[in-house]
Every structure is written in C-alpha cells, then in structure tokens.
C-alpha cells in the first residue's frame, strides 16, 4: 500500500515528556502538511514543508513544537515538554505538487496522542 | 467566525434517502476539499474541486462561486456511509492553509 503512513497510530506521554510523530508520504509526493485536530474541533493547520524545507510554518504553536522533512526518511512532528492541551489527533497528509497546483492531499489515518 | 461554515452539524437518516450537507465560505476561493472521517479512522479525500460539478459513485459535490457556497450529495444512503463528512477551502490568498469546517456527523439508520 502506497498511502501516507503514520506512525505510531496511538501515542502516550506523561506530562513534560517528548512526542515524536512520524509521516511517510505516499510515494513519490515530496509535500508534506500537518495538521491537528483537538477533541470536538475542526482540523487546524500546522505546517507544510518540501524535502529539507519548511515552506510554511504559520499554523504552528511558537514554542515546544518544530517539524523536519529530511533528504531521506520518514517527516517528524516533534512536541517537546509535552503538556495536556497537546492531546489531539495529529494528521499528516501529502501531495504530488505544492498547494499553488490545487493538487489534492493523501490524509494519513492520524496519530492519537494522550497525555497523562 | 470560522471561515468555513457547515451544515447541519448532525444528520440522520433512513436508508435509501438522499442527504445534501452544505458548505459555505467565506474567503475567496481556489479549491474546495470534501473529506470523509469515520470514527476514530483516518480521513479520505473525496473530491477536490473549483467549480462546476464532480460526481464519483454515489457522491455528488457542486460548488457555486459566486455564492461561496459548496454542496455534497449522497444518493441512495446506506450505513456504511456513516461519517463525519468535512469541507475545507483553500484560497489564493489563504497562502498554504485549507481552512477546515468542524464536519457535519451523517448517521445512516437500516
């Protein structure tokens, strides 16, 4: 199967631990967006980023949170010092083009973070 | 206020009946995004569009521009169609942004 991957699909921290989400995109798609749902809210976006760039980062909390899409490998949302209002659901999604094409976006099925 | 506006928020339904969720919005427009979530799963592009009217199976989206407005049909309701559905648009000057509606939760009832 050549859809977006994320993983872990559940993930739980304690408060003030590290949460490391991770996205492959679907093959051959070299744009990659994030996005966040919070319980009962509608999906918020976060960031979007091309191999070993982020184009744009304006949805994304100032402090604790940073994205990667390295030359090789999956991309990596990364939520430092992690806090209870971080519980989401956080959706990677990603696209043959960038945005400026209207190209479609692959959704991945989410990752469930909790924190205790 | 939301730029992207959806409703109803909750829809039932009896089998068999057609069910429109509508969408409206209030940024100009490039592309418009219809998803599909089923619970606790991952979410599925259905259509993307910026005008006129597309049509896969069962599902129906319009859009009309100069009203702001986007609608999704669903002939011939079953069950398995039960989900939250989601609008989401995109315009030439949200930059990188789909903004996302909060999601109209369709329940198909045998």
């Known amino acids: 199967n050549a859809g977006v991957m994320q993983n872990p699909r559940h993930l739980v921290r304690r408060r003030g631990q590290e949460a490391r989400l991770r996205c492959s995109p679907m093959k051959g798609h070299s744009h990659v967006y994030w996005y966040r749902q919070l319980p009962e809210e509608g999906l918020k976006f976060m960031v979007y980023?091309?191999?070993?760039?982020?184009?744009?980062e304006s949805g994304m909390p100032k402090e604790r949170f940073s994205a990667e899409f390295p030359k090789e490998g999956p991309s990596i949302l990364r939520i430092q010092q992690v806090v209870r209002g971080d519980s989401a659901a956080y959706f990677c999604a990603s696209s043959a083009f960038g945005t400026v094409e209207n190209q479609p976006q692959h959704f991945g099925d989410g990752t469930r973070l909790s924190i205790l | 206020k939301n730029e992207v506006e959806q409703s109803p928020q909750n829809l039932t339904a009896q089998e068999g009946e057609f069910i429109t969720i509508n969408c409206s919005y209030s940024?100009?427009?490039?592309?418009l995004h219809w998803l599909q979530q089923h619970p606790g799963g991952g979410i599925v592009s259905l259509f993307m569009?910026?005008?006129g009217k597309k049509k896969h199976g069962r599902l129906i989206a319009t859009i009309n521009i100069q009203e702001k407005h986007s609608s999704l049909h669903i002939t011939a309701s079953h069950p398995r169609d039960s989900a939250v559905y989601i609008c989401a648009a995109k315009g030439p000057n949200t930059g990188n942004q789909f903004y996302f509606g909060t999601g109209t939760s369709l329940t198909v009832i045998p």
């Open positions: 980023l091309q191999k070993e760039n982020i184009i744009d």
């Open positions: 940024v100009g427009i490039s592309a």
């Open positions: 569009l910026s005008s």
